[in-house]
């Protein structure tokens, strides 16, 4: 089976500042993506990571897929209190039809 | 938007009866799941469906069926809801493109089961 573990769960940081989460499995998957949930709402997309080493950035956003395709990272610069929420990894199959989650990173951005 | 409807968005029932849940999509993709989310369990996959009358079980598929009679509506049905079952209930399609595939969800359907 395979699992993705991400750390830390929960983290509260002030405006301004930078952070990283991590999103990390002992299963190689043939991309993996990045959402962002708010309360109430379905998880929408941030992005999807295909090639080993890949860095892809999104604004204040930059998320990097690990060389061998087993753990990926996201970093935000100078966090706002709009990415407050939920996010999630999440690990495809070779097919891109069958996904595995995270449990998710909880992030607070405090005013 | 991708075009995802759920119905319904908040229901509460008592254990022993059975609820259904409709996903529909607006945009014709092949690919539908059921996942539900729960504290501490993040996202487990319950049911998916890969056409019109083509479904396959998820991790946590036990007391639950799905049916897929329309390229457009996926059903999820408790046969008999129980408290286990109180959940946040969310469908998904799949976009593919290059086998990357990339889910879009709608917006949940809250269940609470007394």
């Known amino acids: 089976t395979q699992l993705l573990e991400q750390s830390p769960q929960f983290l509260s940081i002030q405006e301004g500042e930078n952070l990283t989460v991590y999103c990390n499995s002992s299963?190689?998957?043939?991309?993996l993506q990045w959402y962002r949930q708010e309360p109430g709402e379905g998880p929408v997309l941030l992005v999807t990571?295909?090639?080993?080493?890949e860095v892809k950035k999104l604004k204040r956003l930059t998320f990097q897929f690990g060389d061998a395709r087993k753990d990926s990272s996201l970093h935000i610069t100078a966090a706002q209190t709009g990415d407050t929420g939920l996010y999630l990894c999440?690990?495809?199959?070779?097919?891109?039809?069958?996904?595995?989650f995270g449990p998710g990173t909880r992030l607070s951005v405090l005013p | 938007d991708a075009g995802i409807t759920q119905s319904p968005r908040h229901k509460v029932t008592e254990t022993g009866t059975p609820v259904t849940l409709r996903c529909h999509q607006t945009?014709?993709?092949?690919?539908m799941y059921w996942y539900r989310q729960d504290p501490g369990h993040g996202l487990r996959l319950i049911h998916y469906?890969?056409?019109?009358?083509?479904?396959d079980k998820g991790e946590v598929s036990d007391g639950y069926s799905v049916s897929r009679s329309k390229t457009e509506d996926f059903l999820l049905t408790l046969e008999s809801a129980t408290s286990s079952q109180t959940s946040v209930y969310f469908c998904?399609?799949?976009?593919?493109?290059?086998?990357?595939?990339?889910?879009?969800f709608g917006e949940g359907s809250r269940l609470t089961v007394l």
């Open positions: 998904a399609i799949s976009r593919t493109d290059q086998n990357t595939g990339e889910l879009f």
């Open positions: 299963s190689v998957f043939s991309s």
């Open positions: 990571v295909v090639t080993g080493g």
């Open positions: 999440a690990g495809a199959d070779n097919y891109g039809q069958n996904f595995v």
């Open positions: 945009e014709n993709h092949r690919y």
């Open positions: 469906s890969y056409g019109v009358k083509d479904t």
